[in-house]
Structure formats: structure tokens, C-alpha cells
């Protein structure tokens, strides 16, 4: 479990495979629990919406609705090249061009979230991919903090906020999804003796809607 001593995180980006994960189990509220704003680079969005018969498309394209979308649509300028991708891809299948994309387009944003020159962004990235696969933000991000969806789950049990981690997995893996089981919580570190934390934020009660403010 992530130490609640630390920097805490102002904002979360996630890639598509967290998404997937949570609408397959009808879970997307659980991206409420940050209590910090979401971001999706636009790219990411597309990659979510690409096939509307896999599983969890029909949720998320409900989820994207721009006037309801609890989440930050963030443009980059990666989905052209990744609409020109698909549409190559969609000529030749055994192209592949569009593979890494959604990464690209994390990247550059983590990067925008860099140039922020007078304002500190400690910022959590919500992810599937294995070790290797989030080598760019380990390598080129050491700053920003490292999620795993199994993770996420694990500490919303631990914290009470859910009442069991392995039922929702049982129902992302009913519902035909194969959850990669990358475990990860790596703290980011902005500078030397700081770290990065978000866990603190599940410490404390849910209003009750019988509660009088």
C-alpha cells in the first residue's frame, strides 16, 4: 500500500486498458475514488471506441458522452496520425501502425504537464501494462506516480471502499476481459527525497446522503 506520507497527487491520467477493465465489470465509478481529475488524451478515448462489439465499448461510449463524461477529454496532436493508422490498418490488417499510440499521446501529455514551469502537477498514470511496457514513464517520468488497475482494487479493499477486489476481477474475467495481472503502486519522485501518494484520499468517510451539511 502506498505510504501516506508523500507529495499528494493533483491529477490522474489513464491509458485505455484501465477503462476497458472497468466498464467490462460496469466499475467506472470507481475512478471517483482519486477525488482528483481524470484525464484522457483523446487518443486513448479512440483506442477505447475502435471496436464497438468488444467488451466494455457500449459502456464506455456511454461513459464518453461529452455532457455527462465525469472525465478531461485532453486533445493532442497524435490523433490524426493514429485515425490515418487505423485507416491504413483497416487497407492492410497485417499493419500494426497504430500499436504504441495511446502511449505516445500519455507521454506528450505527461510532458505538457512538465512545462507547467510555476505550478508542481504531482501526477498518478492508471495503467495495465506489464514493467516493460511502462519502461517511457519509468525512464523519461521518474516523477509521476505508477498505478496497476489491480492495484487501484487492492487498495480500495484495503481502505474499505469496496468489499472485495478479487469479486470485481472474477467479473471483469466473466465478462470476457483478461485483466493483465501487472501489480503495481511505485510512488513518483519530483525531486531527491520527495515522494508521490494517493491513497490518503480513501481514509476518509463518504458523505452519507442522510447527512445534513
Known sequence: MTSRAGLPIRLVVSDSGPLISLAACGRLDLLLEFRRPVHIPDVVKAECLRFPEKVGAATLAQWFEPDTCPAYIMPTPLLVAWQQAVADEALNPNLHMSVGLGDAAIAWLLRQIQSYPQEQEPTLVLTEDGPF?????????????????????????????????????????????????????????????????????????????GDIS
Not at 135 to 153: C, K, M, Q, Y
Not at 166 to 191: C, K, M, N
Request: proline share 9%; net charge positive.
Open 133 to 209: 511496457g511502462d519502461g517511457v514513464i519509468r525512464n523519461d517520468f521518474p516523477e509521476v506516480h505508477v498505478l496497476s488497475t489491480r492495484a487501484l482494487l487492492r487498495t480500495l479493499e484495503n481502505f474499505g471502499r469496496i468489499p472485495s477486489a478479487q469479486a470485481i476481477l472474477d467479473d471483469i474475467a466473466h465478462a470476457g476481459r483478461q485483466l493483465a495481472r501487472y501489480l503495481a503502486d511505485r510512488p513518483g519522485r519530483p525531486s531527491p527525497g520527495t515522494k508521490t501518494s494517493w491513497a490518503e484520499v480513501l481514509a476518509y468517510r463518504r458523505p452519507d446522503p
